[in-house]
């Protein structure tokens, strides 16, 4: 059964660290690309990382110095750390994996999207 699975989160003061991971079972994670998306409360959930099969990254602005992503194929698991954490980064977190090997994933065109994601884990920033 292929699965996902995001965890690490937690609570965390503003400035502060935290460092996601997200497993893989089922499936092989280096056929894949990787991509770390976040949905906060009321808001659309928006891509925050993407790594290729290659190890190219990508990130959104808000992000862009202060998170890295990053794989470990033999452990079948991807990373997301985050640093300088701030209150507009409190989010349920969710990995996902898309077979088209670039990034930013499309999430908008069902031929293009992920086809499988984690279920998330939340991100609370105290300021």
């Known amino acids: 059964e292929v699965q996902l699975q995001a965890f690490g989160g937690g609570l965390v003061q503003a400035g502060g660290s935290l460092t996601l991971s997200c497993a893989a079972s089922?499936?092989?994670?280096?056929?894949?690309?990787i991509g770390w998306f976040r949905q906060a409360p009321g808001k659309e959930r928006e891509g925050v990382s993407c790594?290729?099969?290659?190890?190219?990254?990508q990130y959104s602005d808000s992000v862009q110095g202060r998170f890295t992503i990053s794989r470990d194929n033999a452990q079948n698991e991807a990373y997301l750390q985050m640093q300088s954490l701030n209150a507009d980064d409190t989010a349920v977190y969710y990995c996902?994996?898309?077979?088209?090997?670039?990034?930013?994933?499309?999430?908008?065109?069902?031929?293009?999207?992920?086809?499988?994601w984690g279920q998330g884990t939340q991100v609370t920033v105290s300021s």
């Open positions: 790594i290729t099969i290659r190890g190219q990254t």
């Open positions: 996902a994996r898309n077979w088209i090997d670039s990034c930013p994933f499309n999430t908008k065109d069902p031929l293009l999207a992920p086809d499988y």
């Open positions: 089922g499936f092989t994670l280096d056929d894949y690309a």
